[in-house]
């Protein structure tokens, strides 16, 4: 199984940026494909974007695209997601997660497809 630990939330000004970073433990790292979710209060986990094991396939939900970006840079056993122009509605927990599949070029988009979590980082957007 691989251990994740998300870091780079905190708060900032809406139309302001974040990196959010996930470092995975383990060699078998590069292997999986990778999710970035996020969970307001109240509110369900929900899907952000997802990259696949090469790195070649990326998704985004709708309300992200075109905002944020994530990557991946196996070679230090770290995914990024790269937020910028947040708004308010960003404001929630963010975890990273891997697949439970290994070697798919798909990015997927169900919890139920991820295997192991982070432990969230926090993100505030104040408008």
């Known amino acids: 199984q691989v251990q994740l630990v998300e870091s780079g939330g905190g708060l900032v000004q809406a139309g302001g940026s974040l990196r959010l970073s996930c470092a995975a433990s383990?060699?078998?790292?590069?292997?999986?494909?990778m999710g970035w979710f996020r969970q307001a209060p109240g509110k369900e986990r929900e899907f952000v974007a997802a990259?696949?094991?090469?790195?070649?396939?990326?998704y985004y939900a709708d309300s992200v695209k075109g905002r944020f970006t994530i990557s991946r840079d196996n070679a230090e056993n770290t995914v990024y997601l790269q937020m910028n122009s947040l708004r308010p509605e960003d404001t929630a927990d963010y975890y990273c997660?891997?697949?439970?599949?290994?070697?798919?070029?798909?990015?997927?988009?169900?919890?139920?497809?991820?295997?192991?979590w982070g432990q969230g980082t926090q993100v505030t957007v104040s408008s």
């Open positions: 997660a891997a697949a439970t599949t290994r070697y798919s070029e798909t990015p997927y988009k169900r919890t139920t497809e991820y295997g192991s």
């Open positions: 383990g060699r078998t790292f590069r292997y999986y494909s």
């Open positions: 990259i696949s094991w090469s790195g070649s396939n990326t």
